[in-house]
């Protein structure tokens, strides 16, 4: 969201009964819907909805519930079973279990319910699963847990998985077993002596822990071979399966006893656990958070250990219950012992204390008069005064701190240096807390651990400090005199401030763990707090707080344990003894009296199930509460607002808030309350006449108390977290999720923003001088531009695929330079807000920007040790010079990484490694100097290094280095030498550091502190500790005009510097900062001196949006690109100068017409309809794509496989290659061995003309089916994606992803007979997700996938983009209409769209229809579509549903369940349609008789349609083309195999079949003069460590070994055929013999790195000196080569030569290291030929008879496979750039090939040397090779 209002109001005025339909289809104007007030009974139970979507009541669920009991699974009618699931009688148990057995897991289970359309609904927190896997098998548990918001997330277990893996719909957990044995291999594999199993699931911890979601309901459970399973129970409650009931009540335990039905028996006298085993998971010491965690935030502390990095609990079954959270580099050990998981450590309380008087006794404790000595720890300032000899550091909670000496310190003058004046940001834990004051003129809230009191007129900022971490909850009296915060670090402590003086009267720890809620009487005299304990129970407290102003304590007067949901509580202000709260399906009064807190339960009638959210009492006309007149109000998440008598405790009206209807639909005179989705509402607050609500649609609407129409509303940018009126009643203060904070003023109807934030830490910031703005990066995805004087918002951009890390503004031009973790460098004008250049040139994260003062050079680095040079003396900077392994390879974003010096000639920075700082000149890199930071304190004992560095100002020459014992080194930037340290009073390193321009203040960021040094003192100067931020500070700088400090981290902190000593420090006019535990008295001096005030003025918020920043460093539609190399070293992607001007056309975007008009202020609701219409193409300064995107940023992947994702390559394809001359090439690409199954609709196929078409990586493929030849079209740049085939056949349109060598995608238009490329289009800016041609071919419409969300029509005759539009939301499919060229329809999420082409003279433009999906396929969407019969399309769905529409009328007239999965590919011809669908299925059915259905309309059955027949593949269908009887066609499947199908025959034949499993890893033949060709063998290697032996003629496996105990990594025959020689990754070489199985010996030379080449030969001897039959080479990661003789026949085997090279200085390569290979030279045996050995990328030559290096061959990329022809002296390399050289050893020239989409990782030559292979993936493709 940019810089402005931040919400759109409008008048609403509509008369008529709240039940006068508008519109479903839009949310701007609801309606309320009045529902009876039942005063029957609570929800029952119905049959309907223990299997239906929704999710019933959770009252019959109680205690617990017998799943399968309940569900019935023995008569498998609301669940299923796949393959081999039998009955059997346990031995053990004594009882009958389900036996789950099969080799493949996928298709032996038993599933609930029984289709993926029902739900469980089953709400129990804990599900309990009673199993025992079988020995030596494995086994999978799959569940799908909704979440409260309606995701659906896949919770796996199996001990099948290695690692834990996650996304954000599913979740992988490994189920280690514990074995004795010392194999590696068997670690998961269920041991013989496995035993019966209580696998104690806690769900809601589960999603809260790993994704930061709500817990909704268990909707499936599939449980998958091989195992035993007696049964599945749900409950909310933690049994104890090792305590029964008669033990727990004999031995009067405080546990839950597990229930009679789900004990195992054991027998008498022994233990539980001697038989069983419990698996809880996660554990009670998880520590798992009760909200969600911000999206910022890691994971909590408790799964970090020791020095990994990162570690995530998964269940570990032994004899004992183990729960491990050691994994480390990704991988999950086998644990012996049990591992607790620690909870996360304690963070200390921030403790700061500064005195003015001297006369404090040395070595005594310094005690303040009238404060507690148990309080002496919290006491808190704004900053800490120490010297270098007396240091006060953190002291643990309830040790009294003692200040030694305080007469010794040496102080600053003035004392403070800083002043708190301003903070930018709102909210940290939660966005609900905002409140009026009681004048109405100030509101207070939380930003982080700081409360602000915000003027609303003069925008002054006044502070409460003192709380260690973030404020939690927020509370203040009626009359403004205590204010009471909480803070969220348990246990939670609580604060009562004087709210005038801001002093802290009180601090006190409440008996609640955490506290959520906190709630004042009118008087102040009572305060009651609602939270959680340690077991997770809901607490209610109240407290007396009368006292709290004399001088008093706080006392708790009542505190009551709750079962029931409390989201909302609140104090009535008629009566101070009576409260009211709501929650989940409960609204309950409370009463106090007496000393005990009572309540009871308002009778919601059939409303029990509700989510209530929120409440508040009404008030009377005259501005009085009164008991007799009051009414309570509540609000729900489904929309239902209740309106109770709370003296009668009835409910006397029940309203619901719906979307809009369409006009002239008649409503029923009674709805139920469950009949369509309301609107979400969060927040509602209550004056005399009106009603605020405030919903998650992002509208704050107002209403009359009796509902009958829509007064005001505003639209927010998100959701509305909550809502308060002005006592006044006339101003309406709002919150949104967003971090956003403002009100509605009622009179005049306008929107002020007050506060904007950032909601995760801020990383980076930057400051400019001439416009005087700040522009700030953050982990929330978005780039802000502030302004410096008004701390204005000006601009803001977001991205949901990639994260800005560094940011640096230009010193003289108006632009500024953003760096993100995708590495991408991006310049951005000031000027119009777009995208000057972007630069790729770093494969890591970048971690630090910096420019010099004259604006000459800008540099740049990254994660991966990159820096990178730039000329940006001009405004399209350029690259100058890229330097690997410079900077240290750092992840972490650290903007003091870089610094130059203020005349700028020096840079200075961190590397090569983290123990040194290198300084070089600015203009040419040269190298100036090198300080190892690790030597300067040898004393320690520990090793040092840098962190981050910076030069002072003007001619001083120093250079200082923050190092991580906390030092500051001030070094002398010519010679090194250190010339003083500065120490750090905080147990922290300085992550930034700063220097004032006068060199008179340091600033550090130590920590959650900000540390001051007085500079210029030599000898112990003296410092400053300031407090507030709640969160490590990332940056700390000056302002420009050095008058100002500012501070980021968890929100942007402003101070006022105080250097000079003349300022007054006693503002009278300017309120202080607020200490918390200052006495008036004794203190009155410190909190006014060591006060930092606000802002005299407050950042005003632009009644309009400003422009935000445009992501891509391209123009975003239209626009050229430039990607030349006429520029040399600037080849980059560059905005077009038509985009610059503001003359790049933008896309028309979808939107919502109102009759009204719009407009920026309150706007009036339309009465008439709404239509939905196509902007006109137009050009626009700023794109609005760009606007759109920077509003809500990419939206997250549908759950839906037909969009297409191009497969993660860590390989870059270069730039530039050098191809041979035409006619000249020496190889010629023969064939291509491989099917892409992760394109979409990526296969063609004619039956009339025989034209196939499909496409592997980069490349067309034309395949002859007769003959096999082919033809291969080459020119993507990029994976492609998807194909068209014209309707004359004469034209081919293929489309490519976009990447780091395509910035946009590209669609290829090819001429089929000739095979040429005629045209290149380009207007999709991530992936093309479907094409289709016209019937006329005449057009071309061009789709994008769920980022892009795209539509261009293009002209077939002069290649021109004639419209293009935008979806509001993705879409999966696109189809033109066969009988009219003018018409298309696309399927999406909710709805098909119906499109008709109009054109005016040269102009094209769309009218535009849409139709919602129809109510029968519940929340499923369409995914794909054809036409019929005229006018029918057939439509697929999510859920496997086939609708059928009737074009001509726009209705759905028939659907019918087609599949269990959701169906991706429909096909019809005639009266048969196809379906194919994820779960592998492709299904031939007969619908000849919807025509005839299509006449009865909806009172059609489908009934009469019926499938022909059906095919189980190998893959989901991605594509399929069949003739015209649908007979026969060919079908694609994501395991890259291509079928050949015959329905007449019933048989499905592979054409083309690729590879899936990576378990064979690396094979070898026979030698070709070993035996006949029938007794041909091979000989593979796979990752478990065996070896195979295959008979070729007999295509069968003739021996199976196991000499290894890891994965093979390298094999091969000996010459003779009769050895084998296997190399694994642990280095170890075995010697085997294929005919008896024997390994006869093992070499361990290579041990600890894998063997990557080994290879045999025969050989003359004679000059060698040795003996033996052949030589044979092992090449290994390390660098290293051994060469032996040998001769097996003898058992001989001597080591020739042993070779070793430097390891390659290579850090810019993602992944591991290139390997190390090697090979004998087939022209020259007595040579060996190496590449990857070696620090520089080339091919060695060495010599065995010379024993030396004799020949060295450069190579333009470290090589990643090699191969040498036994023909001509040709070598070919292949590299990780995705392409291969040939090498001439003969000529010594050179040629470059390319082709392939991935590193080529594997070259052979034939052993005629006449064909080359090629594997890159899983592409193989075969080269000719030509004589040149």
Known sequence: MAGGSGARCRQVSRPGSPGSEVRRASLTAPRAEACPASEGEGSRRAAQDRCSGAVPSAAWQHPFLNVFRHFRVDEWKRSSKEGDVAVVTDKVLKSSVYRIRGSVSASNYIQLPRTSTQSLGLTGRYLYVLFRPLPTKHFVIHLDVSTEDGQVIRVSFSNLFKKFKSSATWLQFPFVFETKTPRRDLAGVVPPSARWTCLQLDLRDILMFYLSRRYGHLKSVRLCASLLVRNLYTSDLCFDPAVTVAEARHAKLSVNPVPREMAFPVPKGESWHDHYIHVRFPRDDSKVPAEPLEKSCSLPEAVFLGHVSRRLPHPVVSGK????????????????????????????????????????????????????????????????????????????????????DIRSCKLFLPDPVLRLRGVIGFGGHSTQWALWTKDGMAVVYPCHAVIIVLQIDTGQQRFFLGHTDKVSALALDGND????????????????????????????????????????????????????????????????????????????????????????????????????????????????????????????????????????????????????????????????????????????????LLPTQPSGVPLTEKQSFSMGSGIAISSLGVSTTTCAV????????????????????????????????????????????????????????????????????????????????????????????????????????????????????????????????????????????????????????????????????????????????YNCAVARCCVLRVAANMVCQDGHPNPNTLAVSGDSCRLAFVGRSKCKVTVVESDSLNELLHVDVSTLHLASGHPDWAVAVCFSPGNSGHLLVSTSSNKVVVLDAVSGHTIRELSSVRSRACASLAISEDARLLLGATGRTITVWDYPTQASPSCQVYIGHSEPVHVVAFTPDQQQ?????????????????????????????????????????????ASGLPRQQVPLPSQASPPPLSIHGRPLEGGTFSTSDEEGLCEENHVSEVFLQGQAPTPPVLVEKEASGAGDGPREAAKGSQTLAVLPCHHSQTSEWSLQRAKTGLPTRPDSYKHFTARYKASTRVKSVSFPPVGREQLRLKAVVGYNGNGRANMVWRPNTGFFAYTCGRLVVVEDLHSGTQRHWCGHPQEISTLALSEDGQVLASASCCGNTAARCQIRIWDVPKGLCQHLLSHHDTAVQALAFSPDDEFLVTLGDYADRTLALWSMTTYELLSSARFPEPVHGVAFNPWDANELICVGTSAITFWLLQHHGTGTSFQVHREPVPEELGASELTSLCYGASPLLYCGSSSGQVCVWDTGTGHCFLAWEADDGEIGVLLCSGSRLLSGSNTRRLRLWAVGVVPELRRKGSSARSNSVFMERELTLDGAVVSASFDSGMDMGVVGTTAGTLWYINWTEGTSTRLISGHRSKSCLCLAWTPPSCGRPEQQQVVAGYSDGTLRVFNISRTAMELKMHPHRTALTAIAFSTDGQTVLSGDKDGLVAISHPCTGMTFRMLSDHRGAPISAIQSTNKEYGDLGVEGAELWLAASGDQRVSIWASDWLRDRCELLEWLSFPAPAISEAPGLPPPSLAAFCPWDKATLVCVGLGAHEEVVFYSLRQKQVVQKTPLPFFAMSLSLSPGPQLMVVGFAECMLRLLDCASGTTQDFEGHDDAVHLCRFTPSGKLLFTAAHNEILVWEVTSP
Request: overall charge negative; hydrophobic content about 40%.
């Open 694 to 869: 405030g919903s998650e649609d992002g509208y704050l609407r107002l209403w009359p108390l009796d509902f009958s129409s829509v007064l005001l509303e505003a639209e927010h940018d998100g959701p509305v977290s909550s809502v308060f009126f002005s006592p006044d009643g006339l101003r309406v203060l709002s919150t949104t999720t967003s971090g956003h904070l403002g009100f509605l003023d009622v009179p005049s109807r306008e929107y002020t923003v007050l506060a904007r934030s950032h909601m995760a830490p801020v990383l980076a910031l930057s400051t400019e001088q001439n416009r005087g703005q700040m522009a700030t990066v953050s982990l929330d995805h978005t780039v802000r531009i502030w302004d410096l004087a008004t701390l204005q918002q000006l601009y803001d951009f977001s991205s949901s695929d990639e994260t800005p890390s560094a940011v640096a503004f230009h010193p003289t031009l108006p632009s500024f330079f953003c760096g993100f973790s995708s590495g991408a460098v991006r310049s951005f004008s000031l000027e119009n807000s777009g995208v000057l250049v972007e630069h790729t040139r770093h494969r890591g994260a970048i971690t630090s920007l910096v420019i010099t003062p004259d604006g000459r050079f800008l540099f740049s680095s990254c994660s991966q040790g990159s820096l990178v040079q």
């Open 1045 to 1089: 400090v500012l501070s980021v981290g968890d929100a942007i902190f402003l101070w006022d510097v105080l250097a000079t000593p003349e300022r007054d420090q006693s503002d009278p006019g300017t309120p202080p900062v607020h200490e918390a535990g200052s006495s008036v008295g004794q203190l009155e001096d410190l909190a006014s001196g």
């Open 481 to 656: 005199v205590l204010l009471a915060s909480a803070q969220v670090q348990p246990p939670s402590m609580v604060r009562l401030w004087d709210f005038q003086t801001g002093g802290c009267l009180s601090i006190f720890r409440s008996p609640l763990h955490t506290i959520c809620s906190l709630s004042f009487s009118r008087s102040g005299a009572l305060l009651c707090g609602v939270g959680k304990d340690q077991h997770g129970r809901t607490v209610v407290v109240a407290w007396s707080t009368d006292k709290v102003g004399l001088g008093g304590e706080v006392v708790v007067l009542a505190k009551v344990h709750t079962d029931f949901d409390v989201q909302a509580f609140q104090i009535a202000l008629f009566d101070e003894t009576r409260m009211a709260s709501c929650g989940r399906g409960s609204v309950r009064l409370w009463r106090l009296r007496g000393g005990v807190l009572r309540s009871c339960a308002v009778d919601l009638g059939e409303y029990c199930t509700l989510e209530l959210t929120d409440l508040a009492f009404a008030q009377t006309l005259d501005g009085h509460w009164r008991p007799s007149a009051g009414m309570l109000f509540v609000c729900s998440h489904s929309g239902h607002i209740l309106e109770i008598d709370h003296q009668r405790m009835t409910v006397q009206h029940v309203r619901r």
């Open 321 to 404: 219950t183990l729960l491990s959270s050691r994994s480390p580099e990704g991988q999950i050990p086998s644990l012996t012992l049990p591992c607790q998981v620690p909870s996360a450590p304690r963070v200390p309380p921030e403790v700061s204390l500064t005195y003015k008087s001297p006369e404090v006794p040395s070595g005594g404790a310094a005690r303040i008069r009238g404060q507690r000595p148990s309080a002496w720890n919290e006491v808190t300032d704004a900053h800490t005064v120490v010297s270098d000899r007396h240091v006060l550091a953190d002291k643990p909670p309830g040790v009294p701190m003692a200040l030694e």
